[in-house]
């Protein structure tokens, strides 16, 4: 068993880090305060060939690992945590599941841009009255010809300001069997798009609502039954959240450090006080305990699909840890920490919202549940009597 990177992954997570310190290091405090999708670090990263790391080189990725795209996305939070958006989509959100299991003519259409950081696609899951019950989603899609009519509204879509193309999850009929997905265009008839709201990591986004909008049935991306598919594409959505989560943790821990060395009360630097430092302590071990579960999960997932369990558990400690390192960091700096002055509160708050996103702390226990009792519990309550 060898727990050091190879000279490889050594080597790029280098090149990412100077990348970032370069050009994302300068404006990291107004680009995390600015709600819009950065489209110029977008951009910039596709340039840099971090956008698409573990897509095939034929269909403009760069036939790299999952693992890899953990590094890159961990070196640029390290130096710009906003940017570490931009990787994540590029990397890790619905661009991943898109590229699996689009058709050829999908991707022509649409992933060269994609992949550019020109275009933005946004996921649409979550509906008013199916969050963690995702299975409980009503939004439909019905056969008409040669067209499919979307019916329903979709909440809480990451990006959806901005995005140009949609991923929505959709019902085409009962049933979990019953579940699939289509692409739904900006601007297709019948598709509006609510108001921004903001929300406590600063990011806006946009209710989606779907009044017999009509697509072409060659939008459809996953068919009835497809729903496993994706919910295997989305474990590796999951670990874009759960390596930012961990890399904000290190932010932070980071910053509060170099300011415990420094900042000086009662005549000696804070780093003195025994109190402080066994916080430290407490933050490391919780830091590197946690990216070890993160880089199980990466390093055996095969071609990008990791492991249900592996994830669920690797999302917990990382999204735990990186909000409870964040805030004690804002702690540790005082009423600097508590501002706006440095990047240590955004860190907290965008890390809180990754233990409700992407499968909750409490849903994901349930799944790691699940394995340990090796059963299922249906979380709806029905026994095997009921109806
Ligand atoms: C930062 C962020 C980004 C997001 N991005 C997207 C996106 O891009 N696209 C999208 O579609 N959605 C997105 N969401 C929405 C997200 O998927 C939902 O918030 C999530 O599924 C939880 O649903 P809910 O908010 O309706 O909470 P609810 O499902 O109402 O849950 C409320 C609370 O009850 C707990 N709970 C529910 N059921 C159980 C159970 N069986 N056992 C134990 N506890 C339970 C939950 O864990 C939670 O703490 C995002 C949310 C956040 C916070």
Not at 309 to 314: D, G, H, L, Q, R
Request: proline share 4%; hydrophobic share 40%.
């Amino acid at each position: 068993m060898n727990f050091d990177f190879t000279d490889e992954q050594k080597q790029f997570a280098q090149q990412v880090r100077r990348f970032a310190r370069e050009h994302l290091a300068k404006d990291a405090l107004k680009r995390a305060h600015d709600p819009r999708f950065p489209f110029d670090v977008a951009a910039m990263m596709a340039k840099q060939g971090l956008m698409g790391i573990t897509l095939l080189q034929n269909e403009g990725g760069q036939g790299g690992t999952l693992m890899d795209a953990v590094i890159a996305i961990m070196e640029i939070a390290a130096e710009c945590p906003r940017s570490a958006d931009v990787v994540q989509f590029g990397n890790f959100g619905p661009i991943r599941t898109f590229a699996e299991y689009g058709t050829p003519v999908q991707k022509a259409r649409w992933l060269g841009d994609l992949l550019a950081g020109r275009t933005v696609m946004s996921l649409g899951m979550t509906e008013p009255d199916a969050g963690s019950a995702l299975t409980d989603l009503k939004a439909s899609a019905r056969a008409e010809g040669a067209h499919y009519a979307i019916n329903g509204t979709k909440v809480f879509s990451t990006f959806s300001p901005d995005a140009q193309i949609f991923l929505i999850y959709v019902r085409f009929g009962p049933g979990l069997d019953g579940i699939g997905s289509v692409l739904v265009e900006r601007g297709a008839q019948g598709f509006s798009i609510g108001a921004p709201a903001t929300f406590m990591s600063g990011e806006q986004w946009c209710e989606l609502h779907f009044a017999d909008c009509r697509i072409p049935a060659e939008n459809v991306l996953l068919g009835p039954g497809g729903f496993k598919k994706q919910m295997a594409g989305f474990n590796v959505e999951r670990l874009g959240n759960t390596a930012r989560s961990l890399a904000y943790g290190r932010y932070a821990f980071n910053a509060a450090r170099d300011y415990a060395k420094t900042r000086r009360q009662f005549d000696r630097p804070l780093c003195e006080f025994q109190g402080l430092q066994w916080k430290f302590a407490d933050m490391a071990i919780k830091l590197d305990s946690a990216q070890l579960l993160l880089y199980r999960a990466a390093a055996n997932a095969d071609r990008g699909m990791p492991s249900a369990y592996e994830t669920a558990i690797a999302k917990v400690a990382c999204n735990q840890t990186g909000f409870e390192v964040a805030s004690e960091a804002v702690q540790i700096m005082g009423a600097l920490g508590y501002s706006r002055e440095t990047l240590v509160e955004y860190c907290m708050r965008r890390a809180r919202g990754w233990m409700i996103a992407g499968g909750s702390i409490e849903i994901l226990k349930n799944r790691i549940a699940e394995h340990v009792f090796e059963r299922r519990f249906d979380q709806h309550g029905r026994s095997p009597t009921a109806e």
